[in-house]
């Protein structure tokens, strides 16, 4: 054997060289307060030393001919020794003990995960200690030396040094990380993340990209905030448009003072253009960041696929329309499950892939899960991406909808990713909750304007439950009023099953005259594709009545005449209630009833959704049966006082973290725990589809039809719909399987009505 390879056709001093250039450029892009020196020594010994375990015979038998090899898997394993030759190099030399943690927790962690302190207490027992038996005595000394230039003939392989190993992790290593303050902890587990991501995306590449310029290139663009102006243009002089351009002025005085990264706050009425609001913060400290010499990435965090398909036009028309940018994946991507896998016209597709699994690019648009796996998930895809979140500008919209138990955590690391990071982030809510205190607002004086908006009156009826049929009724009665005076009615109920009550009470003997008025219907058992098709129709401004869940609630940008909403936490009463006179045409205040729904066993549809503690503290603060907008910010805030005190803001999970400790998933964390669920494609909705969904299924390729599949997961998403079933439930009565999906036979989908079932299956198979 005379040479060392890494993969069948790269040699390892090869694949060093090029890991080495990679991070190289990498560490460009970002500023000197992320890249210092420490960081830049300690990424070149991680490289160095990452596959060092590769210079086995046994891993060398297997890359010479991978197809035809027949060992033990885990002989062939190399990360185990990989870390075991670090230890022996680094564990006697000057470098700070924390940095070894690094350096040992980041090559032992670049094929699975960053490991958990738990992973880390047995690197040197069991199944590790097995392969590294099995390999002692097999690291081929010469040829590691002569070609990579890293000299290990001088280290003690004698005696079990994996115990070694072990003892001074828990003896000496562990200590000294357990001592450190939650603060110090967050600090440190961040700049592990930072190099291991560099060492991620740095170590795939030259692999990924054939044609190495296009992945050193890196062209920022000049995005200039006065775009922002010009979007808007001449408003009507109306009251909200007066209360917007005094908003607009005060905020951009404020964004001109500031002179280093931090966290800011934007908490303003719903309709005050917070969209724009927060995109002249971007594009403002964007350019002054520029100007220093690095452009930092923009990421624009939100909750709701519907919230993502309107920013992202917003963004469109103020990039493309107005500042002349041709759109295109890499300067704006948008990273959620029904997003198009595309990037840049001319890319190859595994090029194309790599560069949008990396975030390569200047604006990205995604979901709270997205963002959150790639801030605290230990796992290789997201922490790939990690570095994108250093150098950073971070608009987090919506906030409130943010679960309790990720305050805590949330607070220290985004604290912390301000200082190791060099990133600001912007919070942004009509009701914003003290996720982080020491968060600086971007308009001060915002209660006054609260106060100065009065578009809309809460009308509480909640004394007494109502049972569905009898609210069907009523629905249906004043029905005729809505539709002879042209009113644009919004009726969101709490359950997926309550709102098609009322829908189809609601249809019922519609009169022909008002054929054109729409009766929509949204819903979780409305595919994705049909729910945007319909708030499309909804924001024509035209009479409508408009039957919903809570899918509709935050950020929508539609303005009805009518709002009714049974019961549910005051923030989401106030985000539906955003829907409500929006734009303040109606000069008295608009209604929002609030009421009080049942089903027929007598069982509230609120507590069959919401947290306990939420709707008692709602009904605590309810002392009127009516409430004017301009009174709403001081009950918003005691009500989040309330939820601090009472609920559990996840300081166990802010331990975990710092502490590395195994802990729930941060999907877990953000969507609670997953019941039982059944996807179903409505194949109608693209027939296409099928016949792509069998050639991806043909490729033989492993990984290029894993690709393949994934090209295909965001038409997949936009025709799908969920159900949580019941015991008993069969997916086979109302579809058949196909490729490992289930395709809903027909009859079972409705444009107008969604997923649609018989009553007995809908009453004893289906929750409420």
């Not at 190289?24 to 490289?47: A, G, M, Q, V």
């Not at 590769?54 to 990989?82: C, G, L, W």
């Not at 994705?528 to 919903?548: A, G, M, N, T, Y």
Request: proline share 3%.
């Amino acid at each position: 054997m005379t040479n060392l390879k890494s993969h069948p056709n790269i040699q390892l001093s090869e694949h060093i060289a090029q890991v080495m250039a990679a991070a190289d450029w990498l560490c460009k892009w970002h500023s000197n307060e992320i890249i210092t020196p420490e960081i830049k020594r300690l990424i070149k010994r991680i490289i160095l030393l990452h596959d060092t375990g590769k210079a086995t015979e046994a891993f060398q038998k297997y890359i010479n001919n991978p197809s035809e090899y027949t060992d033990d898997p885990m002989s062939k394993a190399h990360t185990p020794m990989s870390t075991l030759i670090s230890f022996l190099l680094l564990k006697e030399g000057k470098l700070d003990i924390l940095n070894k943690m690094i350096i040992f927790a980041v090559i032992s962690g670049h094929h699975k995960g960053l490991p958990s302190i738990e992973r880390l207490r047995e690197i040197g027992s069991g199944t590790i200690a097995k392969i590294l038996k099995r390999q002692n005595g097999t690291l081929l000394v010469d040829l590691l030396s002569s070609q990579c230039n890293i000299n290990i003939s001088n280290l003690d392989f004698s005696n079990r040094p994996w115990a070694k190993m072990q003892q001074y992790l828990d003896n000496i290593v562990f200590p000294t990380f357990e001592n450190l303050t939650i603060e110090q902890a967050v600090k440190f587990r961040l700049k592990t993340q930072l190099l291991f991501s560099l060492l991620l995306e740095a170590d795939k590449a030259f692999l990924a990209v054939k044609e190495v310029q296009k992945y050193l290139q890196r062209e920022s663009k000049v995005w200039k905030p006065e775009w922002v102006k010009q979007k808007i243009g001449l408003q009507k002089a109306t009251i909200v448009n007066k209360i917007r351009q005094s908003i607009r002025i005060n905020i951009e005085s404020k964004i001109n003072e500031i002179k280093t990264p931090g966290i800011f706050s934007l908490t303003s009425p719903t309709g005050s253009g917070k969209t724009l609001l927060s995109a002249t913060w971007l594009l403002k400290i964007r350019e002054k960041m520029s100007k220093k010499g690095v452009c930092p990435t923009a990421i624009i965090v939100l909750p709701f696929l519907s919230v993502i398909d309107q920013t992202t036009k917003e963004y469109e028309t103020l990039l493309t329309t107005i500042g002349g940018e041709k759109s295109n994946g890499s300067w704006f991507l948008t990273s959620h499950s029904l997003a198009d896998r595309k990037y840049k016209r001319g890319l190859e597709d595994d090029i194309e892939h790599f560069f949008i699994d990396t975030w390569r690019t200047e604006l990205i648009i995604t979901t709270y899960d997205q963002f959150l796996m790639t801030l605290m998930d230990v796992r290789t895809r997201y922490q790939m991406r990690f570095h994108n979140l250093c150098d950073a500008l971070i608009v987090m919209d919506e906030v409130q909808s943010l679960p309790c138990k990720l305050w805590k955590p949330l607070e220290e690391i985004l604290k912390c990713l301000v200082k190791v990071g060099n990133t600001s982030i912007l919070l942004m809510s009509a009701t914003l909750p003290a996720i982080i205190s020491e968060a600086k607002p971007l308009l001060e004086d915002y209660n006054d304007y609260f106060e100065k908006f009065n578009r809309y009156k809460l009308q509480f009826r909640v004394d007494k439950k109502l049972e569905i049929s009898e609210f069907c009724d009523e629905v249906l009665r004043r029905r005729k009023k809505w539709l002879q005076e042209n009113k644009r009615v919004l009726i969101t109920l709490n359950t997926r099953k309550s709102a098609r009550l009322v829908r189809d009470k609601l249809a019922e003997d519609w009169p022909d005259k008002f054929l054109k008025t729409p009766l929509l219907f949204i819903s979780a058992d409305v595919t994705p594709q049909d729910r945007l098709e319909k708030i499309e129709i909804i924001k024509k401004d035209e009479p409508c009545i408009v039957i919903s869940t809570q899918c509709i609630e935050a950020g929508v940008d539609i303005d009805m005449d009518f709002v009714i909403r049974d019961f549910a936490p005051f923030d989401s009463i106030v985000q539906i209630a955003g829907r409500c006179n929006r734009k303040g045409k109606i000069l008295h205040s608009a209604i929002l009833e609030i009421v009080d729904l049942v089903n027929k066993k007598g069982s509230r549809y609120s507590e069959m959704i919401y947290d306990d503690v939420h709707l008692q503290i709602t009904h605590q603060l309810i002392e009127k049966s009516t409430i004017e907008e301009k009174d709403i910010l001081p009950i918003a805030t005691q009500y989040f006082k309330f939820l601090s005190s009472r609920k559990d803001t996840g300081l166990k999970h802010l331990e975990r973290f710092a502490r590395w400790q195994e802990d729930i998933s941060v999907r877990e964390l953000l969507r609670g725990k997953e019941r039982e669920k059944y996807t179903f494609l409505v194949i109608e909705k693209d027939p296409l589809l099928k016949d792509e969904m069998a050639n991806a299924n043909e490729v033989e390729d492993r990984w290029k039809r894993r690709e393949a599949w994934r090209n295909l997961a965001g038409r997949i998403a936009k025709i799908s719909v969920s159900i949580f079933a019941k015991y008993g439930f069969n997916p086979q009565d109302i579809a058949y399987e196909y490729l490992g999906h289930w395709i809903l036979y027909d009859g079972f989908y409705s444009t107008d009505r969604g997923l649609v079932l018989s009553t007995d299956s809908e009453a004893g198979i289906f929750i409420d």
